[in-house]
């Protein structure tokens, strides 16, 4: 567990129960619509490359309570055992480990991630309340372990399924990326949030969120 300090946005009635509500509601009638479609791609995903079809991971969530995360697995079986020859590649500065064309990716990872259907079962976490729909991408913990300090604000709220990163063309500095967390979360009002998520509907539709 990671001391974070609290923040006054958590504290505010529009975020702590109109948030959450709108969480609920968006999240639940997703998943009853798309439900389909997850049985669709757990198929494929079964059909055409061995392993699980969900990827399971510890994620850092607000004030630094660790929670599982869920993904449709879109990376080849025990890819996290290839990852160290990879290091040497990785487009971002800072903890965080992104290459564009990461060879443990399989085909038809390479499709769902393009579209953001690999993280649809996220919003089962958002569903139980570790996550939301608006709000800083979750870290691992071996990113926050290398965390500054001041990086820890971004753990003061929920994390989110998209973000002022996403709809910023995904800056690789990572300090610029906190920076726009740290953006979000003390200018936030439920508009910003309609915001980015109305701007994250095209970015997704045109396969641009990877």
């Known amino acids: 567990m990671v001391f974070v300090p609290k923040s006054s946005v958590m504290n505010r009635f529009s975020y702590r129960f109109v948030k ?5 509601l968006l999240s639940f009638g997703v998943l009853v619509i798309l439900f389909p479609v997850y049985l669709l ?9 061995s392993g699980p079809i969900f990827h399971r991971y510890e994620m850092v969530g607000c004030e630094g309570k660790v ?6 697995r879109s990376m080849i079986f025990n890819a996290h055992l290839i990852r160290g020859e990879l290091e040497l590649k990785n487009e971002m500065e800072g903890p965080v480990f992104k290459i564009k064309n990461d060879p443990r990716v399989t085909k038809f990872g390479r499709f769902i991630r393009k579209y953001s259907l690999d993280e649809l079962p996220q919003l089962w976490n958002v569903l139980k309340g570790d996550m939301s729909i608006v709000g800083p991408r979750p870290p691992g913990p071996y990113e926050v372990a290398e965390f500054k300090e001041w990086h820890l604000e971004k753990l003061t709220v929920k994390p989110g399924i998209t973000s002022t ?3 910023n063309h995904k800056p690789t500095n990572f300090d610029e990326w906190v920076k726009l967390d740290i953006w979000y979360i003390n200018n936030w009002s ?3 949030d309609f915001s980015i998520i109305l701007k ?7 396969g641009r969120n990877h």
């Open 20 to 24: 959450r509500s709108i969480d609920i």
């Open 41 to 49: 791609i757990g198929i494929i995903i079964k059909l055409t490359s």
């Open 67 to 72: 929670f599982l995360g869920q993904k449709f």
């Open 165 to 167: 990163w996403v709809i």
């Open 190 to 192: 439920l508009l910003i």
């Open 200 to 206: 994250t509907i095209p970015i997704v539709i045109m």
